[in-house]
């Protein structure tokens, strides 16, 4: 059995992690062993191994936040968990790895039939999504909302749970190779990010008055979309794929009284009770088994290579979601 430890934290994420063997322990009353099927490796991930998240584990720590898995055993009686059985793995558990020992309390059962690559990925971006388009702004169908970074794994999510909800979506991306795959995943306008952005946006959408922005780039990105909002507008900051603090004009807060809000998951998952966080998964996960709601991968990779899995998932020219899959 295998494992992804890091015990120190550097600028280069894939340096200071690697593959380690390690032997299961005995498992206690209320514990089970699950055979990690596949993990992904998110921003946060990447984040964390250098030190820049707003959340670290103590170190040494096993990287991976969400995954899924199958029991292999179980010392538990809790009703639905029987052997072999599809689980979530609980956030924080340390999924690059062949297995886990964990509370069999905090395993939530999936769909068995389900995919497992699109299953592991509903834990973070599919609810980021989610709630980031619910929470803010009382949206109603035919309203339109805004993003950048629209071609990452949170961007693809946001787009298709807003289409189910009959709101139109305008995506902001930072490349032309991008544009096509936010197209295929149904993005209404899909744009590349610079000059004049608030002028083309507003040719592409007739005018339409924009009230919530989701922003994960921060520097001048955030300005251009404040820029994109109606009066009274709210813009949504969840990430920092530039490296820099938000910057906004002034005119954005004074003139127009655009409010710049900030979300994090963890934040939200720390606030919530059992009954919404059971909500929030039991609908994201009816909507990944159904097929509609799915994400691009770009490769896979076993644990044992987990420092070139984690080169790819720092790299920003990608389509689609880096995976670990420790027992393919």
Not at 46 to 73: D, F, H, S
Request: proline share 7%; aromatic share 4%; glycine share 10%.
């Amino acid at each position: 059995m295998k494992r992804a430890v890091y015990s120190q934290r550097g600028p280069v994420p894939q340096d200071v992690i690697d593959a380690v063997e390690f032997t299961v322990p005995a498992l206690a009353e209320g514990q089970a062993l699950v055979e990690v099927l596949a993990a992904p490796i998110n921003p946060s991930d990447v984040l964390t191994l250098t030190g820049r998240y707003g959340l670290l584990p103590p170190l040494p720590a096993v990287g991976g936040n969400e995954g899924i898995g199958r029991i292999v055993a179980l010392r538990s009686s809790r009703p639905g968990l029987p052997m072999g059985r599809t689980v979530l793995l609980p956030v924080g558990c340390g999924s690059w790895s062949t297995h886990v020992v964990v509370d069999a309390a905090r395993l939530m059962p999936l769909p068995d039939d389900a995919d497992p690559r699109q299953l592991a990925m509903m834990t973070v971006n599919p609810p980021t999504a989610l709630l980031m388009l619910r929470e803010f702004v009382d949206l109603q169908p035919g309203d339109w909302v805004i993003q950048n970074a629209a071609n990452s794994g949170v961007g693809a999510y946001l787009v298709q749970i807003a289409k189910l909800r009959g709101l139109r979506t305008v995506n902001i991306v930072r490349r032309d190779s991008a544009l096509q795959a936010v197209r295929d995943a149904g993005g209404d306008v899909v744009l590349v990010d610079g000059d004049r952005l608030t002028e083309r946006v507003a040719d592409a959408t007739g005018g339409a008055a924009i009230r919530l922005g989701i922003d994960a780039v921060g520097g001048a990105a955030t300005d251009r979309l404040a820029g994109c909002l109606a009066e009274r507008g709210v813009l949504v900051n969840y990430g920092a794929m530039s490296g820099e603090p938000c910057h906004a004009s002034p005119a954005a807060f004074v003139f127009r009284d655009i409010t710049l809000r900030g979300f994090w998951l963890s934040r939200w998952f720390r606030q919530a009770d059992a009954q919404q966080r059971q909500a929030v998964f039991g609908e994201v996960a009816a909507l990944i088994a159904r097929g509609t709601l799915h994400a691009p991968v770009a490769a896979t990779y076993p644990v044992e290579r987990i420092r070139e899995a984690v080169t790819a998932a720092a790299a920003g020219e990608r389509n689609g979601k880096i995976l670990v899959v420790p027992n393919a």
